[in-house]
């Protein structure tokens, strides 16, 4: 009678550990596998102890009940209750470089190897050269704006 006890358990315990990580935990697929490993461990034991027409009923039983148990609570609608329902639709730091235009002249506040920062009205923007180095200090102006893009290059007197 243990033996079955310690299988039913093993089995029953890793179904749930299954609908704990399809629910409340989804992507870290620890407690899932720990789930999967019970009721494998559990089915092997049962193949062990009681010879493999015992072991594939319970083989059979234990997958449809898995297979029910999903099916019921998708049909049953239990997975909305834990859904995300609303959307986010804004940007971090939208409006930040709408002070920013064409030709606008500023200072290169590091080195630009393509990438670096640079000054425009007292506001330090991670800008990007077209290629060149730009050493910090340089005037710089801005060529164009892409999204959150920043080209640069230098101002050159003619």
């Not at 093993?10 to 407690?31: D, N």
């Not at 002070?99 to 640079?118: C, H, V, W, Y």
């Not at 801005?142 to 920043?150: F, L, Q």
Request: glycine residues 12%; neutral net charge.
């Amino acid at each position: 009678m243990g033996e079955w006890l310690s299988i039913i358990l093993l089995i029953a315990v890793g179904l749930i550990l299954i609908y704990i990580e399809l629910l409340f935990v989804p992507g870290t697929t620890i407690v899932g596998l720990i789930g999967l490993a019970l009721c494998g461990v559990g089915i092997y034991l049962t193949y062990e102890d009681h010879g493999s027409v015992v072991g594939n009923w319970v083989l059979a039983g234990t997958a449809l009940i898995s297979i029910g148990g999903m099916i019921y609570s998708f049909r049953s609608k239990s997975w909305d209750r834990f859904s995300l329902k609303t959307t986010n639709n804004s940007k971090f730091n939208d409006d930040y470089y709408n002070d920013l235009q064409i030709e606008m002249r500023g200072i290169a506040t590091s080195d630009l190897k393509p990438i670096g920062k640079g000054e425009f009205n007292n506001k330090t923007y991670e800008v990007r050269s077209r290629g060149e180095h730009i050493s910090s200090g340089t005037s710089i102006k801005i060529a164009r704006i892409t999204g959150n893009r920043i080209i640069v290059e230098t101002i050159t007197t003619d």
